[in-house]
């Protein structure tokens, strides 16, 4: 179907050479047709002209020798411009369009009497005829046979340029495994082009892998002198000092727990382990246990086969995301295998909305532009439960909408598989 509707797009540079091929022929089709024609009416007309006045010279000399009077121009019969054109210089000669019927005419001034014959050009018009029909059906003969070789040589370089923009929209889309596979040395400037691209996806891949590698070990590195962080103040006194140590030392725990969930889920280290569970009461828990308020609706909710562990992640995730960076009230719908959570605040920045959430950015005004590590955590794993999780803004007041939508249950095998 890609194809179909690459070949039917009329914008495509495809159809663009065609027409640039089919253009080049009519116009040079136009060019010799017009050249040719003009070129044999300007021969018949001198050859008519040379038998008129052949025809004119032997019919006086007959006439003279015979003793009779040479064919004199009948006023009415010969044409007006050719005896004109006589009584002025002498001679003349003149080409008669008639229908079927055209002729030449040659007409000599003697003694005060013009005399005057014709010649029949209607063969010489027949041919002239024949000719420009000929030249016209081998043109069009010509145009129905380039403008097809036209369209399928094209289309092997055409469908190439589809290869290499396939290959870098899933390169967009984070497939960084994607390569157009046309070689990278010689050919054309399309095999320099997939080559180019192939690079930039190599290069993009090791860029990434070199980020996770410093993210997971960053992580590593910390979470030893964490823990005893996180040992020592609880040894501390009790007092508002204290307590203002352990808040800091919990938030730095959860930053460093999260850089480790985003490390295995970049790694692929991340296993579902599904089992059913009734999806409107793990929603349920799951808000509870962030301890942010937020209404839960279950609409026909049913039991599912998920990782409730991972599923828990994702919810809480989003409540969090939800009052952290937008307004209440939050709002959870259970909707058959659909969880949305929105907001009341100014919505999801355009920026996520195009291209996803990225980790380090926050949507919070007072720290920059973007999201934080949560919505990333909460996308990863849905993407290792296999659900799809999507990002839009309420069309009403804006409010911030998320919207996690189960896979399907697989059926149970039958007996013997």
């Given at each position: 179907m890609a194809i179909v509707r690459a070949l039917l797009n009329l914008r495509s540079m495809h159809w663009k050479v065609i027409c640039v091929v089919a253009a080049a022929c009519v116009a040079m089709a136009l060019t010799v047709g017009l050249l040719v024609h003009e070129s044999t009416l300007e021969r018949s007309m001198n050859e008519g002209a040379g038998k008129a006045v052949v025809a004119l010279d032997e019919a006086v000399r007959s006439a003279r020798s015979s003793g009779v009077e040479p064919p004199r121009a009948v006023p009415g019969e010969t044409p007006e411009p050719l005896l004109q054109e006589a009584e002025r210089h002498g001679e003349a000669t003149f080409y008669e369009d008639r229908t079927p019927a055209p002729r030449f005419w040659a007409a000599r001034e003697e003694n005060g009497q013009v005399y005057a014959v014709w010649v029949d050009m209607t063969s010489d018009h027949l041919t002239r005829r024949a000719l420009d029909r000929h030249l016209?059906?081998?043109?069009?003969?010509?145009?129905?046979?380039?403008?097809?070789?036209?369209?399928?040589?094209?289309?092997?370089?055409?469908?190439?340029?589809?290869?290499?923009?396939?290959?870098?929209?899933?390169?967009?889309?984070?497939?960084?495994?994607?390569?157009?596979?046309?070689?990278?040395?010689?050919?054309?400037?399309?095999?320099?082009?997939?080559?180019?691209?192939?690079?930039?996806?190599?290069?993009?891949?090791?860029?990434?892998?070199?980020?996770?590698?410093?993210?997971?070990?960053?992580?590593?590195?910390?979470?030893?002198?964490?823990?005893?962080?996180?040992?020592?103040?609880?040894?501390?006194?009790?007092?508002?000092?204290?307590?203002?140590?352990?808040?800091?030392?919990?938030?730095?725990?959860?930053?460093?727990?999260?850089?480790?969930?985003?490390?295995?889920?970049?790694?692929?280290?991340?296993?579902?382990?599904p089992q059913e569970v009734p999806l409107a009461e793990l929603v349920e828990e799951s808000v509870a246990r962030s301890g942010l308020p937020a209404t839960v609706t279950a609409d026909a909710a049913p039991v599912v086969e998920t990782d409730p562990r991972r599923l828990d992640r994702i919810v809480s995730n989003l409540v969090v995301n939800a009052h952290r960076h937008g307004a209440g009230p939050v709002e959870v719908t259970v909707s058959g295998r659909n969880v949305r959570v929105r907001d009341h605040g100014p919505g999801f920045p355009p920026g996520l909305l195009a291209h996803g959430p990225q980790r380090f950015h926050t949507g919070a005004a007072e720290r920059g532009r973007g999201h934080g590590l949560g919505l990333t955590i909460a996308l990863g794993q849905a993407r290792v439960i296999g659900a799809a999780l999507q990002f839009g803004n309420d069309a009403v007041d804006g409010g911030a909408v998320a919207v996690l939508r189960l896979p399907p249950s697989q059926p149970p095998a039958g007996p013997g598989h």
């Open positions: 016209w059906q081998y043109s069009l003969l010509t145009l129905a046979v380039v403008v097809p070789l036209t369209a399928l040589v094209t289309e092997l370089p055409t469908r190439r340029l589809r290869r290499v923009a396939r290959t870098a929209r899933r390169i967009t889309a984070g497939d960084l495994g994607a390569r157009t596979g046309m070689g990278r040395s010689g050919g054309d400037e399309i095999t320099e082009i997939s080559a180019t691209v192939d690079s930039m996806a190599d290069s993009l891949r090791e860029r990434i892998t070199r980020e996770q590698r410093f993210t997971a070990d960053v992580a590593h590195e910390l979470r030893t002198p964490l823990m005893g962080l996180v040992t020592s103040a609880g040894l501390l006194p009790e007092g508002e000092a204290t307590d203002l140590v352990r808040d800091r030392v919990r938030v730095l725990r959860d930053l460093v727990e999260d850089l480790l969930e985003i490390s295995r889920l970049d790694a692929g280290a991340e296993q579902s382990r």
